[in-house]
């Protein structure tokens, strides 16, 4: 099996991220608005936002999807190293 390079993964690791943190950006300003103007007391205060917010953003960011989007990402790679092929062979 092929695997992506350092920066092929950082990149999707990166974007997965940002897309969870999208998706969720509702639960994400929940917390976001009860952790405001606190410091350590945040732990206890705002532990069912981050119970939520952490809930949403593992479904995206779990090892079931990152493994779907790999191959997703290496199934794109090839086809565009297939078209480059075959454009240079014209």
């Known amino acids: 099996m092929e695997t992506l390079s350092r920066r092929e993964e950082e990149a999707l690791v990166k974007a997965t991220k940002t897309r969870a943190l999208k998706e969720c950006e509702g639960l994400v300003t929940e917390f976001a608005n009860c952790a405001t103007g606190r410091t350590v007391s945040v732990v206890w205060a705002c532990k069912d936002q981050l ?27 090839r086809r565009k190293q297939v078209n480059k092929t075959t454009e240079g062979n014209s």
């Not at 119970?51 to 997703?72: H, K």
């Open 51 to 77: 119970r939520a917010m952490q809930t949403c953003v593992a479904q995206y960011t779990n090892p079931d999807n990152m493994d779907d989007l790999r191959a997703d990402y290496m199934k794109q790679k």
